[in-house]
């Protein structure tokens, strides 16, 4: 007679056990929770050593288990994931003593329960197979892969909000202090100023305000209504003093008559010739034919928009697109601009690939259909404003959003100083539009240019 070894293996055209299912994707999302902690505990080896060690065993036995569901592999996976969940719950209560970065209780987090939640799915599931060899009730290889995306969708929050630990320097999480604005890596390294250099009030209150500064619930009004410019923006205060953004990661600005020639901070404006020539251009800088980009930065910016236009060119209306498997954030209100995101695009490695791009943005019309207007690529989940790639220098003026609340894929709200009163805070990646449509400040501009001054007006 045949003994039991483990959970039934698939049959062809059958499928897994649906407690298989569920303890492979418990496994491999609380594998990439922790490996994306890895990424940001860069200055603890140990914390950095032991968070790999543990994404490393649960995304390598989720899926030895598919293939392989014998006892002994199920065992092992429900020893490693319960052993997660357990040091989770006592640095989240008493600490560990034994070992310095742990002996602080630790704050509960959005990516660390998250990565709790998914290794006890994974327990759970590891208990089922165990106790239960004989079952064949089984799902289909459709059904489970849907059960996997499912849980993808359900990691992305945690994966892209800030990790944070203690006081041992690893906050990461960005939220807003009063009058002060977190761009990026470093507010004083990136941009060079502070509130009061602006000129304008950037404040964080919920409440809107005529100018465009405030914010319209999120669950209604637009996802960029809190727009933050990235590499190479200017800023122009109420004294006219011009506030030049670096346009690279590497400190270097590109000047017309040699790229790779240092930016001079005292060197206003650009290029260094008499500001009173009609000729010379002042202000941002908003076309490809601006004569202070490269020609490198030129070719680049069209190529952009080219391709943007040839690839979006296949959704003819916004059907096309969720049949492609974008899926709505439900922002817009009834006349503004509705984000789809691809959200298996944020971790698939590829970037900046207009076939892959991942989120179309359409305009929404009280009087009529919706319209395609633009792609948006994002990075993957992971990158901040220090990764992003120079592409055109201030043309192309990548943002992100530390302020988003979402449950699931949907947006229902804006955070109040980094706390959100409905759903999850979501840090995004850095983003870049690229228009289809007629924009005033510019094919890769923000959605909206806050405080009517202008397209050099500071948008956050």
């Known amino acids: 007679m045949a003994t039991v ?17 569920t303890g492979a994707c418990g496994s491999a999302m609380a594998g ?25 065993l649960q995304v390598l036995w989720a899926v030895v288990v598919l293939l392989r569901p014998e006892r002994l592999v199920i065992a092992l996976g429900l020893l490693f994931n319960a052993g997660a969940v357990a040091v989770w719950a006592l640095t989240r209560s008493v600490g560990i003593s034994f070992v310095d970065s742990l002996a602080e209780v630790e704050a509960v987090g959005t990516p660390d329960l998250a990565a709790a939640l998914f290794a006890g799915a994974a327990v759970m599931g590891a208990l089922l197979l165990l106790l239960r060899p004989r079952v064949e009730a089984t799902i289909t290889p459709v059904w489970a892969g849907a059960l996997a995306v499912v849980a993808m969708v359900g990691a992305v929050p945690a994966l892209g909000a800030g990790h944070a630990h203690g006081d041992h320097g690893h906050l990461e ?9 977190p761009h990026g890596e470093d507010e004083a390294a990136a941009h060079g100023h502070d ?23 999120a669950a209604t009004g637009d996802l960029v209504s809190h727009e933050e410019h990235g590499a190479g923006d200017d800023h122009t205060g109420d004294d006219g003093t011009a506030h030049d953004h670096p346009p690279t990661t590497d400190g270097t600005h590109p000047h017309p008559d040699d790229p790779a020639e240092p930016h001079d901070p005292d ?21 490809p034919d601006d004569p202070r980009l490269s020609a490198a930065q030129r070719a680049t910016a069209t ?14 209306d916004v059907a096309a697109v969720e049949a492609a498997g974008y899926v709505s954030i439900g922002d817009g209100g009834t006349d503004g601009y509705e984000h789809f995101i691809q ?25 009529g259909p919706k319209t395609i207007v633009s792609g948006m690529f994002i990075l993957n989940v992971g990158k901040s404003m ?37 759903g999850t805070l979501l840090v995004t990646p850095p983003m870049l539009h690229v228009w289809l449509v007629e924009h005033p400040c510019g094919p890769f501009a923000g959605i909206e240019t806050h405080g009517g001054g202008g397209c050099d007006t500071h948008e956050h």
């Open 173 to 181: 999480t960005a939220s807003h202090e009063e009058g002060a604005h």
């Open 5 to 21: 070894t483990g959970a039934s293996r698939p049959t062809p055209g059958v499928g897994w056990r649906p407690a298989l299912v």
């Open 303 to 316: 190529a952009l928009i080219s391709d943007m236009k040839t690839s979006l060119a296949r959704f003819p």
């Open 195 to 217: 509130d009061a250099s602006v000129g304008d009030d950037h404040g964080h209150d919920e409440a809107a305000t005529d100018d465009g500064h405030g914010h319209d619930d």
């Open 32 to 56: 990439l929770v922790h490996a994306a902690a890895a990424g940001s505990h860069e200055g603890d080896p140990l914390l950095m050593w032991l968070f790999s060690v543990c994404a490393a």
């Open 386 to 422: 220090s990764d992003v790639p120079d592409l055109a220098g201030e043309l192309t003026t990548w943002h992100y959003h530390d302020n988003l609340c979402f449950e699931g894929p949907k947006l229902v709200g804006l955070a109040n100083a980094g706390v959100c009163q409905r």
């Open 343 to 367: 959200w298996g695009y944020l971790l698939d490695g590829i970037e900046l690939d207009p076939t892959k791009v991942e989120s179309i943005v359409v305009k929404k019309s009280s009087t």
């Open 267 to 287: 060197d206003h404006p650009h290029p260094p010739d008499d500001p009173d020539d009609p000729a010379v251009p002042t202000g941002p800088i908003i076309s």
